[in-house]
Every structure is written in structure tokens, then in C-alpha cells.
């Protein structure tokens, strides 16, 4: 594979050491305030010191659910590119690749070359980020198969890359898990065999046990626990219960049966000093469990995969209310087949994918009351049905009526066809990856002292249907506002302004001229300011 350039930023507002690099980043707002009909804008600057730590260390990944779809498909993602693995298909011999990745698979816009044409970089090459060929894989699921066996039962990956899979993933088992079936759905009863027996506090310590075990038989310097098992229904949220870290021990010491499995995995998770990520769209992350993140200094993040339908849907919605017009009417159907469909089918734990599926226009419909008036939005409906025989194969079906000019209507209708999984897999890389990264990052809020960003990731947002962000933040969910958050956070920490999109170069001629004449580029650096960090060099 060709080695990809190393990247360095040369600026006075940068510092290389072994361990950290340092920037000054000037970052930028406009304030507006309102005085009757007068609204003022004033702009605010504030230079940030950024710390990155360069050291990524031996990261491991514990699945919940591992067994399932997302869980071996994963698995064999990583194995078939780690090896890189080449396989035959009826259309030809295939290669391994991290499509659907944004760190592995799209790039950055870093900035122009001396001809003014934009120069873009893998995303995966501005910051150290973990290799997915480094990860060391492991995890939990109700059912016993190994993930050879899983990877057979999940029928995604093509077949002659099974056959060169199975013997390295026949040689992986799910640890058992915690199974509670008033959270998911009866249908899943029958796979329901690899279970951690006792108390949901004694559950809660072996699953810890688990972490202990996986760190120190692996040498780790890092565990991502991240749950792609079955979707839950809502646990009813109760005063008391989960609303403190105080009141959600007690609640798990006295079993309280509103505990869900999930809950027990994240507190487990988060008292060994990992990062818990949701990708299913319950609940999972109460009160009480991010109030215990934040005492110790851990960092969760969630819910739901953000994959298909309303990934397109937080795209499509963007452009449409960007645009003026006005979105009226949301239908989004789809059925699939696997075991994913099957659990969904159950009322209980559709409800928690519809609450997520639905929610993701409110912020675009919010941002435009030129078309809507407060508290006014389309009509949204969600549906799920589940067709055994299609199998991950989901179909997804989705219409947008809008209303544009004097009152005239537009109706867009998608067909979408995919294996559900071969999407949700490579979200959950850029999850770990992702969140990693983000980990090693503080921000100088003193001469000697450094915090970290709040406990409750949303800068993962763009992956996941229903982000959660700290209490009080607002929710977004437009997709290109979600993925300029990364690129513009990943250039902060390399002392780079945000991609404002101007191209001021190609437009004022003045500057043209100085872009040709190579003028441009000799302007004057930004005035040499001493380091903010009191560790970097003056
Ligand atoms: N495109 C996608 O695939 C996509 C997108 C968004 C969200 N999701 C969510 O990701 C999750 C996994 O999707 P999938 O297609 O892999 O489903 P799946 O049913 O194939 O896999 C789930 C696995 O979890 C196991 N499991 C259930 N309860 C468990 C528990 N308490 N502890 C440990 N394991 C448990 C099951 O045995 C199964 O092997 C689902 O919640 C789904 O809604 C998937
Ligand atoms: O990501 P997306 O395509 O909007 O939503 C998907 C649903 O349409 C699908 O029915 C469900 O099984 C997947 O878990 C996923 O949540």
C-alpha cells in the first residue's frame, strides 16, 4: 500500500513535541442580540490553546451484541482488510476496502495548492487516529455462536470470503451477556442461551470482570465499549432511579427491574474507564449514567446508527428548507429481514427506532420560520415491516412532498436498496476511531491546566440518528453541519481555520492577480504570537 505523506502545518501557531501537538486556534462567533425590531450582530473571538495527544496506544473494542449482523460483519471488515484479503464474486475478484468510512474513505479539504485549486488529504491523515488493522476485537452476545457461525447465520458477507474468514473467526466467542426479556422483543428468546446468571449488580461486575480480563490478556491502553446488540424498548425513566449516579447504584443493587441490560453494559463500561457508544436508539444513557461519566471522566457517546434512510433523510430535509421550499409531508417505509427486522416487528421496540427516525428534521424545520411557524412541522411518518426473505437486503421507500412557489408542489421519491449492515459497519469504525481521537483532545483553560471536551461526545453526531449533546446544547442534525463540526474541529486542533467555502481568490481580481503572481502566498504570516501553552516552546 503507498505510504501516504506525512502532514505538517507550518505556522507560529503550531508546536510538534514527541507526545503532544499544540495550537492556537482563533476561534470565531458572531453574537446576536435582539432590541425589538433591532437585531445586532457582533463578532467574538477567543484564541484557544488545543492539546492533542499524539500517542493513539493499543485501543481494543468490546461489541455488545457481537454475534449479531453489525458484530460479525464488523469483524470481517476489519480481518479482510487487515489481511487484505482479495475474494471471487460472480462479477469478478473483489478487493477489501473501508467504503462508507470517513476516516478511511473520504477526504478534507486541507486547503489550495500555488494554482489556487483545493487540495484534499484522507481524513484518517490529519490527526493520529488508530489503525483499524490495530484493533484487537471482542465482546458479548446472548447467543453462543461463534463468529464464524455468526457471520454464516447473518448472510452478508459474500461467500468466498467466508471461506477465507472462518477459520480465524470459528476461533472467537461472544462472552456471555446479560439478557432481560422485557427489553427486547419474545421473538429473541430462542437465541437467548450465552447468558450472565445472578443479580443485575452481579451481572454489572462480571461484566466488568470481562474488561479487566480483555485488557490485561491484551496489554490494552484503551477499551471502546460500544453496543450494537438488540434494539431495547424505552426504560421508563423514574425520579429517584436514574436520574443521579447515586440513585442508579442503589438501583442496581436493589435489581431494579426498570435497569435495562444496556444500562448495566454502559455503567459497567464506564466504571472501567471506557468509552460507551450506543448504536441502537433506546434509552440506554439516563441521567444517571451520564452524571457518572462525568464524575469519572469518561466519555459516551450515542444513539443509533445513522446509516441509511435518515442519513439521506437529514441530507434531503437540509437542502429542501435551505432552499426555500417547504418539506409538508414525510413518508419513510421500509422492511427488511434480518434479525435486526425481527426484533422491530415488536411494538415496543419499533417505538424506540420510530422516536429516532422521526426527530432528525426538527432542527432543520426550526432553523427556517419563514416557512413554518413556531411549533409547525411536516407530517412525518415512519414504518418498518419485516419480510424474512430479504434478509439484510432492507428495502426503503420514502417520499417528500414540499410546497413551492404560490402554493405549487413537489414530490421526490427514493427507492433505496442495501445490505443494512455493509452501511451500519463502517459508522461504527469511525465511532471507535472517532472517538478515540476526540479523547485526546484538551483545551487550556489555564497556564498549567487542560480540560477535555464534555463527557457526551456530540461531535459524533454525524453518525448517529438521535445525538446526544450535553444538557442545554442544541440537537443537530443536518448532515453537512454535522460533518463541517469534524473537519473544522480535526483543523482547529492543527491551528487551520474552518473551510468557509469563499474562494475569494477566484472572485476579487485583485486577489487573482496576487494568487498568480504568486503574491498571495508571500503575504505576512499572522503576526508571530507567543504559544498560549505554557508546556510548548516560547
Ligand atoms: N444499518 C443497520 O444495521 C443499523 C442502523 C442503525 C441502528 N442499528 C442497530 O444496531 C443494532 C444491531 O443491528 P444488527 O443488524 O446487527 O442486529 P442483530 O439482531 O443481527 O444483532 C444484534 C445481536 O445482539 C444480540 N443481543 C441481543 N440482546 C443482547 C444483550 N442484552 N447483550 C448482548 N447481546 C445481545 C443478539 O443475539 C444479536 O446477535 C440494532 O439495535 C439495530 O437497530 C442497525
Ligand atoms: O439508518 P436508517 O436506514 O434510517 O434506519 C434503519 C431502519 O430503516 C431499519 O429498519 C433498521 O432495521 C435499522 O436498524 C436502521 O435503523
Redesign the pocket.
Known sequence: MEKTPTLVVSSPNIKYTDEYIYSDYEYEETLVTRNGEEITARPIRKTLGIRTDRRVGKVGVML??W?????STFTAAVLANRHQLSWNTKNGKMDSNWWGSITQASTVRLGIDEKGCDVHVPMCQLLPMVHPDDLVIDG????PMNLAE?MVR?KVIDYDLQQKLKKEMASMKPRP????PDF?AAN?AD?ATNLIRGTKYEQYLQVRADIKDFRDKNKLDKIIVLW????ERFCEVREGVHDTSENIERALRDNNSEIS??TIFALAAIDENCIYIN???QNTLVGGVVERAEMRGVFVAGD??K??QTKLKSVLVDFLVSAGLKPVSIVSYNHLG???GK??SAPKQFRS?EITKSNVVDDMVESNQVLYKPGEKPDHVVVIKYVPYVG?S?RAMDEYTSEILLHGTNTIVVHNTCE??L??VPLILDLVLLADLFSRLAFRETDNSYVRLHCVLSPLAYLL?APLVASGAPVVNALFKQRANIDNLLRAALALPPNNNLGLEHKVPFLMKELHSGALFNSPPNKKQKLTHANGDQ
Do not use: E
Request: charged fraction near 20%.
Open positions: 455488545v451484541g454475534g449479531g449482523n453489525n458484530g458479548w452476545d446472548i447467543s455468526s447473518a451477556a446479560i439478557y432481560d427486547i429473541q437465541r450494537t446488540a438488540n434494539t441490560p444496556s448504536g441502537s436508539p443509533d446508527f446509516s441509511g434480518n434479525n435486526d426484533n422491530l427506532k439484510d432492507k443494512d449492515s452501511l451500519a440518528k
